[in-house]
């Protein structure tokens, strides 16, 4: 696992030792930053369930001007603040360790809203509605920005969630990212 393009292009990351983390592979990060990079310079980014922080990293590598890491994992959280502090981006990084509601709850009570929202839950927990909704009732996402979801091919998920819309799925094997867009 690999930081691909930017100020930190190459940086080997560190990885969970176990299962439990899910880091999303190269191929399809490599070619999910090609559909949003022009979403990257000085944006506001949230990694929801951050796991290892690859995707924030690469979007602060690639010119985003914060991102905001939540995991409720002690582990993940860990992991999270040793590939930050690898990648020298402490300055441009908060770290939560906390649920995604909780963390979503204190974000809006502080009126943030976010270019870019990434969302790559632990498959088969049923969490990516609970978090669309949540995202989309705290007016978290701008009005051009975009929601990221990584999910297993198999889920299914609605054309609108409240505000948000699926603009498109795009497929790499077993892995499925979603796009979610606020209505104009």
């Known amino acids: 696992m690999r930081v691909i393009s930017g100020k930190v292009r190459g940086l080997k990351l560190n990885a969970p030792k176990n299962d439990d983390v ?13 559909m949003i990079n022009s979403y990257m310079i000085e944006s506001d980014i949230l990694d929801l369930f951050a796991g ?5 990293i690469e979007c602060l590598s690639r010119g985003a001007s914060r991102c905001i890491f939540v995991d409720s994992s002690k582990e993940s959280i860990g992991i999270v603040k040793s ?4 990648a020298r981006m402490e300055n ?6 906390t649920d995604f509601k ?7 009570s502080r009126n943030a809203e976010f270019d870019v929202i990434f969302m790559d839950p632990p498959y088969y927990k049923n969490m990516f509605s609970d978090a669309l909704s949540a995202v989309d009732n705290n007016n978290l996402l701008k009005e051009d920005g975009i929601i990221l979801v990584e999910h297993d091919t198999k889920d299914k998920f609605p054309n ?23 209505e104009e």
């Not at 880091?23 to 930053?33: A, G, M, Q, W």
């Not at 290892?52 to 924030?56: A, E, Q």
């Not at 441009?92 to 360790?97: Q, R, Y």
């Open 102 to 108: 909780s963390a979503i709850k204190s974000l809006a």
């Open 83 to 86: 590939n930050i502090k690898k």
């Open 52 to 56: 290892t922080g690859s995707l924030g």
């Open 160 to 182: 609108s969630i409240g505000r948000l819309y699926k603009s498109k799925d795009k497929k790499y094997g077993g892995t499925t990212i979603t796009f979610y867009k606020m």
């Open 22 to 34: 899910r880091p999303t592979t190269d191929r399809v990060k490599e070619s999910l930053f090609n």
């Open 92 to 97: 441009e990084s908060v770290v939560l360790n």
